[in-house]
């Protein structure tokens, strides 16, 4: 399953690892960061405890383990993703703090890839608990023409 991530820059879990040692494992295909979901070690330096910003060059991935669970007004019910009327940009600025190309998020662990407007939400699934269907990660490809992901099974 590693092989998937063979050629990436950064590999980002986004919770509900259960053990660093899920971390351990990446890391030793790609540099890993991840967001603390509520069944994660809160030792771990490379775990943000809520929400986190990831600059790659000239764009920002916003990470969170629950999106949902963090006022935005954004909601994911069976796998869509449903925005305020309005506000997305808005919430989402006031979740991060700023401007960001990606929100990446996990806790549903169904897959989701939904753009608004410029901003581009993404959720992996699981490899490992999938909601429904197979195992699934997402893969970001972030340049200076924005970010594109796909959702890949595992």
Do not use: W, Y
């Not at 190309?101 to 490899?127: K, M, Q, W």
Request: hydrophobic share 45%; aromatic share 4%; net charge negative.
């Amino acid at each position: 399953m590693l092989g998937i991530f063979e050629g990436v820059d950064l590999i980002l879990h986004l919770g509900d690892m259960g053990e660093a040692t899920t971390l351990d494992q990446l890391e030793a295909v790609a540099p890993v960061l991840a967001t603390r979901g509520a069944d994660d070690p809160r030792s771990d330096p490379r775990m943000a405890p809520e929400q986190r910003v990831i600059e790659a060059g000239a764009l920002a991935i916003g990470a969170v383990f629950d999106l949902t669970a963090r006022r935005t007004g954004i909601r994911v019910e069976e796998g869509e993703l449903l925005l305020p009327k309005g506000g997305a940009l808005e919430a989402v600025r006031g979740l991060f703090g700023r401007e960001v190309a990606c929100v990446a998020f996990g806790s549903t662990h169904r897959p989701v890839i939904a753009r608004h407007e410029d901003l581009l939400f993404v959720n992996p699934g699981s490899p490992t608990l999938p909601a429904d269907g197979p195992g699934t990660v997402a893969v970001v490809d972030l340049d200076e023409t924005g970010a594109r992901a796909r959702i890949v099974e595992v």
